[in-house]
């Protein structure tokens, strides 16, 4: 996980890999590690400003309009699940798909056409979720943030899948 968290700087990840293997503590390599990644985004977002705001722009987008679609299916369960009409929580497990889905879809998206920003993007989206989303709803702020990393992961892993294929490793 640190190789792909650091693959941009592979000096660095050599750097903090041989000082914990010369004995620095747990909590030194962690706190490179997250200084490293920090820096690593902001200079992402710096050098492609623009590519960030569109690859925002393009996740809230896909999110919007994989949410209309999802809040049909939800009203259309809810009256199947409830049709007296009676108010009750949709706490169960089986609305949180629901849930995800918009995310995932987003950040599957976001990843799959903005790759050179793709990581400050993500800490970006999470910073306007959260403040909105976490006093009001925090199991569905969690399940957004959740969908969009495994969204994003899941055509990291692809993509890395695909280009290990091709070169014969």
Known sequence: MIQWLLRNNPSLLGDVLEERASGRSRAWYWRQVTVAVARSIIIEGRQHPVLTLRAIATALLVYLGVSIVNAIGYGYLWGYF???????????????????IPSVAAGWVMARTHRPCMEAAIVAIALIWVPMEMPAHPWICTGNIVGLLLGAFVDIRRQDAFFSRRSGR
């Open 82 to 100: 409830y049709p007296w009409g009676a108010y009750a929580e949709p706490t169960t497990l089986w609305f949180m798909p629901l849930v995800i």
